[in-house]
């Protein structure tokens, strides 16, 4: 069986509860005045079910209510689902609980906390339905497949207050973009027309195709292979000699010949017959030492250069200063034999006023003869600093020029290095193709007997095709949908509807109602009245979870109307329930309805709840008992005292 709802819980922002708690079977009933929240319920239980937006109205449960939760049972599993209210003006909210088990009352409002997503939590309530795996394949089209989830079920479970009165549009958001299609999709399989079985055939049928596939895809190779082979025996030949493993004076056309020739050359050794051992290490050691041969170069020719330029000064300095000392000689000018301030040193005269020290002029030049002498000394050191210096140029120089020739012998080394190993490649690559080559032209055992595993093949995939033959799966959907009709029509006579005498039908290929008369098929668009519009709404539901509880579908056991007396007993017609107000027709017809809901839900029996929304309250027993609550005067959905509340 599928799950029912135990009990729909509220949450104020206080923290405080209010639980609306069904029975698990038969006609469940809140009827009340207009405006109390009853048609909320619907889209509470959808977007506890994974909608993904809220659609409960702006007002006093959007204000007041901080989480929506729902329990349902599936036998003896039972789980709890609640959503935050997305509040005011919001579409969604991320935060979705889940609590597993029976417990004696709903979570307390500080355990609520996001603790599943969405998609998690339509994955989890398919398998709690018992939505197996399945898949819809549409044979014409550019949609894909589609798998039924219990979002597609739950278009079968709901009729609200705008949906169950319209002329259009049968099930539950049949008007929104896509889902009519995928309604058409995925009823075959909520009715059983596909099932389990028929799933596990199609996966062997698509197992069987592909394997046909192969088999003939291979026996297309070899025929394509024997129309080209000699011009691709012939490149192997010339590929083969390009690369010297056959002969190159080899010349045939004789087809075995040939064929042996490529064999052989599988077998030749394609190794060159020297490869160098790699020469990259040697090359890298090469250029090491060349770089530090020619940083020792650079620095002597930097030693040099300033060895000579230090030369070159102090001989200037020298020059300049005996040109000075024999000008002065020459003139005898200067003998150095003055002893006195009063006594010239140039002639030795006295003089009348004192000169600057002559022993100072002296002193200055005692040094400069002495530094003369210095530098004329040092001369002979820096010449031999130069000839050390241009010695270890020159045997650098040698050095760098032997590095470079033994760099470019092992650059010409590796290069034939990788030019044979390239060839050995090449080779290797030719002899795999050609013994690839060879291995399709030897006929293989499985080759031998391909026609047959093809004859074989197309056999299983023809019995496999007869078992989920499309034709054999709309034979069943037609079977079913007549069964479901006689309900229909029974279901049409007890209510008095316009055409009720005639056969009603369920047309999925136009999602719609059909009476078949003897003037021809009329759809429920061109019925009149509000009467049958919702009349054939609540009798083609009753009718299809009739059969989804009678087969045991895995569709959810529970049923929504919101309103279906509205036709003849609208919100401003409310007295308190009662029908009195109301013509005779129109009492009949309230209490024909409410008596055939009542009826077919006890037909249908356990496992199936049908839970209505109304205004009406008939003063009948059966009716008395199935009230789960009367929300008049102060009660409704949200306590008065959270609405008075800060």
Partial sequence: ????????????YAGETRTLTFRTHGLNIITGRAKTGKSSISDILDYCFGRSECYVAEGVIRQHVSWFGVEVQNGDGVLFIARRNPGQSGNTSPDI??????????PLYPDLHKNTTEEAL????????GISENENRPLTGTRGPLQA???????LCFQKQDEIASRERLFHRQGDQFIPQHIKDTIPYFLGAVNEEHFLRQNELDVARAHLRQLESRRVALSRNSTNVLQRLRRFLLDGKRVGVIDQHFDSDDFDVCVQTLGNAIKADIQAPAIHSDSSEQISRLEDELYTLR????????????????LGEQNAYTREVVEQRARLSSLHLFTGKAQSIEECPLCESQLEAPTPSVEDINSSLAVLDKQLQTVVAESPHLQQRLDVLNKKKSEIGTAIVDAQRALERAYTEDARAKAQRDQVIERARVVGRISAFLEELAPSEEDSDLDNQIERAKHSVEALEEVVSAEDVGQRIDTFLNLISDKMSYYAKQL????????????LKKLTVV??????????????????WIGYHVLTHLALHHWFRSRNRPVPGFLVFDQPSQAHYPPEADQEGRLDPLEDDDRRAVHNLFEL????????????????????HLEVDWFEDAIVEEWRGAKALVPASWIESP
Avoid: C, K
Wanted: avoid cysteine.
């Fill in 97 to 106: 609980y889940i609590r597993r088990g029976a417990y004696d009352a709903p």
């Fill in 295 to 310: 940083q020792q170069l650079s620095n002597v020719q930097s030693d040099t250069r300033a060895t000579r330029l230090f």
């Fill in 149 to 155: 989830t219990i979002r597609h079920a739950l278009w």
């Fill in 597 to 616: 809901m009542h009826e077919a839900s006890e037909d249908i029996g356990d496992g199936f709840q049908l839970i209505v929304f109304d205004h009406a």
């Fill in 122 to 129: 339509i994955r989890l309530l398919t398998r709690f339905a």
């Fill in 1 to 12: 069986m599928s799950f029912i709802i135990r009990s729909i819980t509220i949450y104020s």
């Fill in 515 to 532: 009476a078949d008369t003897v003037t021809g098929p009329i759809p429920l668009n061109r019925m009149g009245s509000g009467e049958n």
């Fill in 496 to 507: 008095e509807l316009e055409h009720g005498g005639s056969r009603v039908r369920l047309d």
